[in-house]
């Protein structure tokens, strides 16, 4: 079984930055990609940012130039650095994988990490 454990969430004022944290752990042969999508309330969970195992990054145009997505291939890890932080940015914060595990293509999810952003 593959978990996926977000952390790093929190309050942060307007232009402030934080980091957020994902740590893949279980029974894992190889992680194809690892991102992180965001739900506001009353909107539609939309992808933030995602990386490849060989690097290529994606990330949503309203974060672009804010956000940097980047991952640790040996600790199974992936972080989002997230800087000029916006009031629209207040979300939680999930954290998804595609691994091969107990099976091939696995869709893995964390329970996800609150970010508000308030002055």
């Known amino acids: 079984q593959v978990q996926l454990v977000e952390s790093g969430g929190g309050l942060v004022q307007p232009g402030g930055s934080l980091r957020l944290s994902c740590a893949a752990s279980?029974?894992?042969?190889?992680?194809?990609?690892m991102g992180w999508y965001r739900q506001a309330p009353g909107k539609q969970r939309e992808l933030v940012a995602a990386?490849?195992?060989?690097?290529?990054?994606n990330y949503a145009d309203s974060v672009k130039g804010r956000f940097t997505i980047s991952g640790d291939n040996a600790k199974n890890m992936v972080y989002l650095q997230m800087s000029s932080l916006k009031l629209e940015d207040t979300a939680v914060y999930y954290c998804?994988?595609?691994?091969?595990?107990?099976?091939?293509?696995?869709?893995?999810w964390g329970k996800g990490t609150l970010v508000t952003v308030s002055s």
């Open positions: 279980g029974t894992i042969f190889s992680i194809h990609a």
């Open positions: 998804n994988a595609d691994v091969d595990g107990d099976y091939v293509g696995m869709d893995i």
């Open positions: 990386i490849t195992s060989g690097g290529t990054t």
